[in-house]
């Protein structure tokens, strides 16, 4: 019985482990997707300034 009550505990410490992660990791995903709307929005404005009138993703990569 205290074999199986020592797997539970440890068990547990990781389950609050890779918790913590989670959550970690949507936190940096909540920040990166506000960081890219935020430069899209500014390339966006740019291109608008620019009158360019081509929007970023229709244009092809730089290496064509």
Aim: aromatic share 4%; charged share 35%; net charge negative.
């Amino acid at each position: 019985m205290t074999k199986l009550e020592e797997r539970i505990a440890h068990l547990q410490a990781t389950l609050d482990d890779l918790s913590d992660v989670v959550t970690r990791q949507a936190n940096d995903i909540d920040h990166l997707t506000r960081r890219v709307r935020m430069l899209l929005e500014r390339e966006a404005e740019r291109e608008a300034a620019d009158g360019t009138g081509f929007a970023l993703a229709d244009r092809p990569p730089p290496h064509y």
